[in-house]
């Protein structure tokens, strides 16, 4: 069954590569399109500055761009928002009181008690917040969050880490500068330097992290015992963030259980969903941004550089960061509301 949809900032950095995973997609047809007030009246194809390699899709190209309010856009079953966070806050939640399901990448919200944060081959089961949520709110629509694309390079290496009893996570991330949206993809002045603060990005790394990991009981969310420091890095990489990750553990872990334990674990599957989820590399030098982002369709895990450290495993994680990090995060969790009967 096709569910009709729409994108809530739809010209922006992540908005644009919403639409161009959305069409075609098996499950949605792209309906509704919104964005500022200086782009709501024109069609598409005037109104973003399309910035992708592949052309804007036909289908998407003469829909007229639509203010972003809940009384401007046609009735559809779902809403995937990539709006500021700052604009995000306010009018997802009108869009959820008027009764639409949104799955949103904005960091506004992520960490409210009930609105679910979640990465589909994690923590599925966390959807189930969704009726706190119903009651707690009173919307008719619904709210779901993906994390930050540092957070979603990092976080499925260490679920499928888990089984050995995670304690305690280091992370310094090599952040790519699309991160920042287009002001960072067009100031390639940081070539020949790296700028070592990222505001904001160690704390959501931190408390995203172990949320995510965390575990539902139905009724509550308890976050993960674990400890997670986090050291956020920009570096002149046009898309991907690479990590360094030092996890420690409660049982012991050898490089060869931590290989398996990487490669054997997939979680659920999903159209979106890449096979293997995460893809480890032998060379000591991989994975790389350059090399390895554009993995299955920009969706799979990349961990490579696995050492025995003095305190637990070592090792390097890479995913595509407005891919697999952001536009694709959201779809996912489409998809995942989709499979679960919440459309
Ligand atoms: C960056 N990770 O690379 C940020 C961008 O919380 O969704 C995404 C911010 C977020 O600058």
């Not at 070592?196 to 949320?211: R, T, V």
């Not at 060379?283 to 920009?298: F, V």
């Amino acid at each position: 069954m096709t569910h009709t949809v729409g994108v809530l900032g739809a010209t922006g950095a992540v908005g644009q590569r919403l639409i161009q995973l959305l069409d075609p997609h098996p499950d949605f047809e792209i309906e509704a399109l919104t964005a500022s007030s200086e782009s709501a009246g024109k069609p598409y194809r005037k109104a973003a500055k399309w910035r992708i390699s592949t052309p804007i899709p036909d289908s998407v190209a003469e829909i007229t761009v639509a203010e972003t309010d809940p009384d401007a856009i046609p009735d559809v079953d779902l809403l995937f928002s990539s709006l500021p966070s700052s604009v995000g806050e306010r009018v997802e939640s009108d869009f959820c009181e008027a009764g639409y399901v949104v799955s949103s990448n904005s960091s506004n919200q992520r960490m409210a008690e009930d609105v679910p944060l979640v990465i589909p081959e994690v923590n599925a089961d966390h959807l189930g917040l969704l009726e706190v949520q119903r009651d707690s709110r009173g919307w008719d629509g619904a709210m779901v969050k993906n994390p930050n694309c540092s957070t979603i390079t990092m976080v499925p290496t260490l679920k499928a880490l888990d089984e050995f009893g995670l304690s305690r996570v280091h992370v310094a991330t090599l952040q790519a500068v699309s991160g920042a949206g287009y002001s960072g993809v067009t100031s390639m002045e940081i070539i020949d330097n790296a700028i070592p603060h990222i505001g904001g990005e160690e704390e959501k790394m931190e408390s995203e992290s172990k949320k995510l990991l965390g575990s539902f009981d139905g009724a509550e969310l308890a976050a993960h015992d674990a400890t997670v420091s986090a050291s956020c890095n920009r570096i002149p990489t046009l898309d991907g963030h690479l990590e360094n990750v030092w996890a420690e553990f409660e049982a012991g872990a050898t490089v060869e259980d931590a290989v398996e334990a990487m490669e054997s674990y997939q979680g659920i599957d999903l159209p979106s969903s890449p096979d293997p989820l995460i893809r480890v590399f032998e060379e000591p030098e991989r994975p790389q941004p350059r090399l390895d982002r554009e993995r299955e369709n920009g969706m799979q895990i990349c961990a490579g550089g696995l050492r025995e450290s003095e305190t637990g495993i070592q090792y390097n994680c890479l995913a595509h960061n407005t891919l697999r990090g952001a536009a694709g995060a959201s779809v996912l969790n489409g998809e995942l509301l989709a499979k679960e009967g919440y459309l």
